[in-house]
């Protein structure tokens, strides 16, 4: 049984985090981009803390999923990077195509590129020899 409190997994989703939060401060802070996304008729504009709470939403959701999984089958890591990639894939044919202009639709894109590749890359144990996770 894996320990899904183990410190690998804890570093691997701080790590996601902060990611994300350097991102966003550089290409807003730094390179001047304006992040903007339309929801229905509105405008809102995203803020340092909406990408840390969004990311922070990721990392929970996907850690609690595979540890629902490693818990019911012996093939978790297989279901679950299936499944995170489908919902990666899905986030960014959803959520970047909101944003307002070509510098915001880019950044919400590496955004949750960068986010995606961390907790798909990490957070599953690393395949150990005669294990088939």
């Not at 401060?25 to 001047?32: D, E, K, Q, R, Y």
């Not at 978790?76 to 990077?81: D, I, M, P």
């Not at 202009?101 to 890359?121: E, R, Y």
């Amino acid at each position: 049984m894996t320990n899904n409190l183990s410190p690998r997994r804890a570093a691997v989703a701080a790590g996601a985090i902060l990611a994300a939060a350097a991102e966003f401060a550089i290409l807003h802070s730094v390179a001047g981009v304006d992040l903007a996304a339309t929801s229905g008729n509105s405008t809102r504009q995203i803020t340092v803390a909406a990408v840390v709470v969004a990311a922070a939403v990721a990392v929970l959701a996907g850690w609690a999923l595979l540890a629902l999984l490693e818990r019911l089958t012996n093939r978790a890591r297989v279901w679950w990077t299936s499944i995170a990639v489908a919902v990666l894939l899905l986030s960014l044919l959803v959520g970047p195509p909101g944003g307002v202009g070509g510098g915001a639709k880019a950044t919400l894109a590496l955004l949750h590129l960068s986010v995606g590749a961390v907790l798909i890359l990490g957070l599953p144990r690393p395949r150990r020899e005669g294990l088939n996770r």
